[in-house]
């Protein structure tokens, strides 16, 4: 396939650029935007930038018009990612909401809730997280146990949920609870989206090894959600969660950080006891195996844009860019901190190279290897789905979740 723009693409990307250079600053390095601002000016900087972006257009480029998007093809979201990676924007914000959320919401939302929802949430006046994992269900998610039990038009919610990124300043979420413990797993579950405010829910945020604190716990007692507030019908929550985390999928796939490009510069620029990194055999047998798969994951991430520009959806093949991006990440981080030997403990970002990038990237790349899909998740949905291997085994799919044994009963229990 030819990748050079076609002149609609081109008209686009240019008009893309044009307002990214009026509202937004070039990217000098990592800085992160809450590193510059802090938390609570950040946050506000943030919105601002979103409410602007949505005013011209740039926040929901493929959504439907009547929503405040587009209606373009996806390959013009990929046009103005790869444009406005160039600048340093506000991230994280709006991406579980915009990216997952709300697009759960426009598949099983009334017309009423779209109206009232969509347009807030594109201009960054109300954000949405997901509430999803448990302590005891992540990979295993259909094993959750936070409880919905309904009382006339309203449902009770108890139960705790882990990990939810941005609970601390979010409006909204959307929620996956069990409602029938009766029936197995995946079939007593039911989808709602709740008010993050509400009397009983209380965010507990979580210390990061990097010093951040970007995710939560995030506890229920008694919590009151309008039976109007479900998605999808009772017991059919695992098929509105699926439709979530499709859009993660696609979402997660572009992991950020330094790559070959920026350990070829830091290898060109230090000395080892013997002369130049860059002239290290090791350094360099390193170098040419991430540049091998950097070119790798360049053609797969080529793949997708096709199946986009052809109008096709991408395939469970996406999960391929996940899995190598986020591991070369903590690699090429890992041997970043080798070569720059004592001067990987400096954090400082005025002072270390490239404005502590790789230090920062050794912290948060373990992260990225779990979010959205673990290493062996990815592994097993490429075995499955590319290529067609058996399934993994799946003992306690039939069983009422009730039955189930949770590891609290007797010994005796389990014989
Ligand atoms: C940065 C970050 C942000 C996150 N944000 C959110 C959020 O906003 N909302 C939310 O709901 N969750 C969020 N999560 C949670 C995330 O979805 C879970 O951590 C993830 O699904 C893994 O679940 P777990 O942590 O319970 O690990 P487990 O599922 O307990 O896995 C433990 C280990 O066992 C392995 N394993 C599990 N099952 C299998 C299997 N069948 N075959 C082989 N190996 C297996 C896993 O790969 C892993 O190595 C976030 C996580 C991170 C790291």
Redesign the pocket.
């Known amino acids: 396939m030819d990748f050079s723009d076609t002149k609609e693409e081109a008209v686009f990307r240019a008009e893309a650029r044009g307002w990214l250079e009026a509202n937004a600053e070039r990217r000098q390095g990592f800085e992160t935007w809450t590193g510059r601002y802090g938390e609570t000016d950040g946050l506000k900087r943030a919105k601002d930038f979103q409410a602007r972006k949505a005013a011209a257009g740039f926040a929901a480029i493929t959504w439907p018009v009547e929503y405040g998007g587009r209606g373009l093809a996806p390959i013009s979201q990929v046009i103005w990612s790869q444009e406005e990676a160039r600048f340093f924007v506000p991230r994280g914000f709006f991406e579980?909401g915009l990216g997952m959320c709300i697009p759960t919401l426009m598949a099983y939302g009334t017309e009423a809730d779209k109206k009232r929802y969509v347009p807030k949430a594109l201009a960054g006046e109300e954000i949405w997280?997901?509430?999803?994992?448990e302590p005891a269900a992540?990979?295993?998610l259909a094993g959750l146990r936070t409880r919905s039990v309904k009382s006339g038009d309203t449902w009770t919610i108890n139960g705790q949920?882990i990990?939810?990124?941005g609970a601390h300043f979010c409006d909204w979420g959307v929620i996956v609870t069990r409602s029938d413990p009766k029936v197995p797993k995946h079939k007593g579950l039911t989808y709602f989206f709740l008010d993050m405010h509400s009397p009983g829910i209380e965010v507990r945020r979580i210390k990061q090894i990097s010093g951040g604190s970007n995710?939560n716990e995030v506890y229920f007692t008694d919590v009151q959600v309008p039976d109007a507030q479900r998605l999808g019908r009772v017991g059919e929550g695992w098929g509105v969660s699926i439709t979530t985390l499709m859009n993660e999928r696609l979402a997660v796939g572009d992991v950020r950080g330094p790559d070959f490009e920026e350990l070829f510069t830091l290898a060109k620029s230090l000395e080892l006891e013997d002369g130049p990194a860059i002239r290290d055999a090791a350094v360099r047998e390193r170098l040419a195996d991430w540049y091998v798969k950097s070119q790798g994951l360049k053609y797969t991430r080529f793949r997708t844009m096709t199946a986009l520009s052809r109008g096709q959806t991408p395939g469970p093949e996406n999960s391929i860019g996940k899995l190598v991006t986020a591991s070369k990440l903590q690699d090429v981080a890992s041997f970043a901190m080798d070569l720059l030997d004592m001067g990987g403990a400096v954090l400082d970002p005025a002072v270390a190279p490239l404005r502590a990038a790789f230090q920062e990237a050794l912290l948060y790349s373990p992260?990225s290897r779990?979010?959205g899909g673990?290493?062996?998740?990815l592994r097993?949905i490429i075995a499955e789905r590319v290529l067609g291997l058996p399934a993994?085994v799946r003992v306690d799919k039939e069983v009422p979740f009730d039955e189930l044994p949770t590891g609290r009963e007797s010994p005796r229990a389990h014989r």
């Open positions: 579980i997280c997901q509430l999803f994992s992540g990979s295993d949920k990990w939810t990124s995710f992260g779990i979010a673990s290493d062996e998740i097993n993994d």
